[in-house]
T-cell receptor
Framework: QKEVEQNSGPLSVPEGAIASLNCTYS??????FFWYRQYSGKSPELIMFIYSNGDKEDGRFTAQLNKASQYVSLLIRDSQPSDSATYLC?????????FGTGTSLTVIP | DAGVIQSPRHEVTEMGQEVTLRCKPISGHDYLFWYRQTMMRGLELLIY????????DSGMPEDRFSAKMPNASFSTLKIQPSEPRDSAVYFC???????????FGPGTRLTVL
């Protein structure tokens, strides 16, 4: 049973545009969500986490959580070529992380 | 802090050989996780420890896989005997507390011929 679903992409956006990455989850008991970025050949690194309904902003990144609709999203404003990577949506339930399969983002200069 | 340390970074072995992957978590982190990543299946949790005790090993694919954590600063993941389908990147991660951010090591890329 998959806990987290993501569109695998690939998603391509031009430099300077807003990239929107989406994720849905199945467990209504889910407590928190994380977005990890993974460059090719590298390990996942944390971008943002969110616990409460609504938006959370950090620089060019905004995480959005809607528990009623069971979705979480990540917006990247003013996308840069260096943002090109795979973005992993993670659902934390208890002690465990459940990773989505990731969305591949390419920012075109 | 140096972050999570894994060794070796790359391992190439022949089918049937024993493989041992090593991990040193971030000091003070009580949780340690072993993951496997492949193109087909993405990131899969294999096993995790809390205070050196294995809590959930339901992700370990077969009896060929075993993991130990003899102390707070060291863990091993062993595959014996290895098979070509075990080829993947194996990540170790650690976290401070339940549901807290997990910090990943650089991974070990395992190739079984």
């Amino acid at each position: 049973q998959k806990e987290v679903e993501q569109n695998s992409g690939p998603l391509s956006v031009p430099e300077g545009a807003i990239a929107s990455l989406n994720c849905t989850y199945s467990d209504r008991g889910s407590q928190s969500f994380f977005w990890y970025r993974q460059y090719s050949g590298k390990s996942p690194e944390l971008i943002m986490f969110i616990y409460s309904n609504g938006d959370k902003e950090d620089g060019r990144f905004t995480a959005q959580l809607n528990k009623a609709s069971q979705y979480v999203s990540l917006l990247i404003r003013d996308s840069q070529p260096s943002d090109s990577a795979t973005y992993l949506c993670v659902n934390s339930i208890g002690n465990q992380f459940y990773f989505g399969t990731g969305t591949s983002l390419t920012v075109i200069p | 802090d140096a972050g999570v340390i894994q060794s070796p970074r790359h391992e190439v072995t022949e089918m049937g050989q024993e493989v041992t992957l090593r991990c040193k978590p971030i000091s003070g982190h009580d949780y340690l996780f072993w993951y496997r990543q492949t193109m087909m299946r993405g990131l899969e949790l294999l096993i995790y420890f809390n205070n050196n005790v294995p809590i959930d090993d339901s992700g370990m694919p077969e009896d060929r896989f075993s993991a130990k954590m003899p102390n707070a600063s060291f863990s091993t993941l062993k595959i014996q005997p290895s098979e070509p389908r075990d080829s993947a990147v194996y990540f170790c991660a650690s976290s401070l507390a339940t549901g807290d951010t997990q910090y990943f090591g650089p991974g070990t890329r395992l190739t079984v011929l």
